[in-house]
């Protein structure tokens, strides 16, 4: 993704995943089957500069099983990067950069990130990252998804303007269908639990004993069941916005804890853009704080009645696609001007709303894919549709500013290949090595759901608070302070000695 705000823009059900900039070479194949852990040895990378990349960033190719109840079998190829220290003297290990989504390339955010985290870090490890099965440049697999079914605001499951989810309903049993007939096996192998299987073979080919790792948003939930899967392999983990673990829900659970993050968040987009500051340039919204909601929703309303023409010929601004880019809007204070001028043009009947490109352009194919598939294969999500009528109604009228969309209906409702068991529970075993930052009013994973991740942890974690609002803490939205006890724990390994707070 071109920016992190894109990048986290669908967390829980998925980051948009864009193809990596770097160059690393893809190989998929397939033949799958119930997983256990491979026994054979990970082969040695074989490290070439990358492409696009940092100054120094090396990329190479990690085959993994396609099924590691048959290590011996096909394979799928994983993109992966590194960057090592410029103090070798300093260093203590390895850190590995897990990315959020599912959806995002691990080989960008660490083109994005390395330069800052390895100063923060003072040089004390190489960094490195991978993309997922199914992303950038790593193995992919299609579903064949007509365009229109491929748009943020169909994959993100939107009710009609009346509340009615019958749209959302054909959306999903096709789309699942489609996955079906074209996905194959590939498709089938992208499941959290060979994501925490490949770090591990990972691990093993750049011949480490243990990793240290920093994981944000939906990398936070690899993060947490690698350390539990292998908790001797951990030297130090960072958990960086995280969900509600429960593994009867997982990602159903984190799509529906976003209408929550969004009501958390929004007061601090209405006091900026109620701010007397705004007007200078000219994005002041209202007078009050309270006043920004109402209007916020009487003009979807509005656009729900008559689509607004844009900048874009045939695409034109809808109710469903300004309350999407409010929820884009929220993950960080830097996009709320954008989001502003876009409700100032809807205002002007003179103007004409320039739309942003992730409400202009559907998804690619396998990008598509992939944010689908994990979703489902992950966790068994209720059938029928009876049920999804009936959460959606109490959830619009509960959350309006999200309308009824995080309780909605998915492919995952119609998903044929329904995973063999829940996800493993996180429990407090094992060593006390992490460390968790967190939000108070997070758009995508709020405050609530972490507190869940903090209790399962127990005695192996703290927490750090960070009073400020937004998704995604160190080196991103959040303060010093946040950003210090951080650097603190992966340079010393000290932490707070109970759960601690960095005031905005």
């Known amino acids: ?73 096909a394979t799928l190829t994983l993109a992966v990067s590194r960057l090592r220290t410029g103090r070798p003297g300093a260093r203590r290990g390895t850190l590995v950069v897990i990315p959020g989504g599912p959806g995002s390339s691990g080989v960008q955010r660490l083109t994005q990130k390395g330069a800052a985290l390895r100063d923060s870090t003072e040089g004390r490890y190489d960094l490195v990252s991978l993309d997922p099965r199914g992303v950038g440049g790593s193995t992919k697999a299609g579903c064949g998804l007509a365009e229109e079914d491929r748009m943020l605001t169909a994959l993100r499951s939107w009710p009609a303007a009346d509340g009615s989810i019958d749209e959302n309903i054909a959306r999903s049993r096709r789309t699942a269908e489609a996955c079906a007939r074209n996905g194959g096996e590939v498709l089938r192998s992208f499941t959290s639990a060979n994501q925490v299987r490949d770090l591990d073979r990972f691990r093993q080919a750049l011949g480490e004993r243990k990793i240290s790792a920093w994981g944000v948003s939906y990398g936070t939930y690899i993060g947490a069941q690698y350390a539990q899967a292998y908790p001797g392999r951990v030297d130090r983990l960072v958990l960086d916005s995280s969900g509600d673990p429960d593994p009867a829900r997982v990602e159903r659970g984190w799509l529906a804890n976003m209408a929550r993050g969004a009501a958390d968040r929004f007061p ?26 109402p209007l916020l929703l009487d003009l ?34 830097s996009a709320f001007a954008g989001f502003a001028a876009l409700v100032r043009s809807v205002q002007d009947p003179q103007a004409v709303p320039v739309l942003p490109p992730e409400l202009v352009h559907p998804l690619p194919d396998q990008d598509a894919a992939l944010m689908v598939a994990v979703i489902c294969n992950d966790v068994t999500w209720p059938a029928g549709t009876g049920a999804y009528r009936e959460e959606v109604a ?111």
């Open 1 to 73: 993704m071109a920016t992190y705000r894109n990048n986290a823009l669908l967390a829980a059900l998925s980051a948009t995943a864009v193809a990596a900039t770097l160059t690393c070479a893809v190989t998929p194949v397939a033949q799958a089957a119930p997983a256990r852990p491979a026994r054979t040895a990970a082969p040695a990378l074989e490290w070439r500069p990358c492409t696009g990349g940092l100054a120094g960033q090396e990329c190479a190719d990690l085959p993994v099983p396609l099924d590691y109840a048959r290590p011996d079998g």
């Open 394 to 504: 109490a959830d619009r009228e509960r959350y309006p500013l999200t309308a009824g969309m995080p309780a909605n209906i998915t492919p995952c409702s119609f998903w044929r290949n329904q995973p063999a068991r829940e996800p493993a529970t996180l429990t407090a075993d094992g060593p006390s090595d992490i460390l968790m930052i967190q939000s108070l009013r997070d758009p995508a994973t709020p405050y609530s759901g972490a507190l869940k991740m903090r209790a399962a942890l127990g005695a192996k974690a703290r927490l750090v608070t960070v009073g400020h609002g937004g998704h995604g803490m160190y080196l991103g939205n959040g303060n010093a302070c946040g950003d210090r006890t951080v650097n603190t724990f992966l340079t010393t390994g000290r932490r707070p000695a109970r759960d601690a707070y960095c005031a905005d």
């Open 300 to 333: 979807a309303a509005r656009l729900d009645r008559a689509p607004r023409e844009s900048s874009v010929p045939g695409a034109p601004l809808t109710g469903n696609g300004l309350r999407q880019e409010l929820q884009n809007a929220l993950y960080s204070d």
């Open 268 to 293: 601090d987009f209405a006091a900026w853009a109620s701010d007397p500051a705004r007007e200078t340039d000219g994005l002041r919204l209202a007078e009050r704080p309270e006043d920004v909601g």
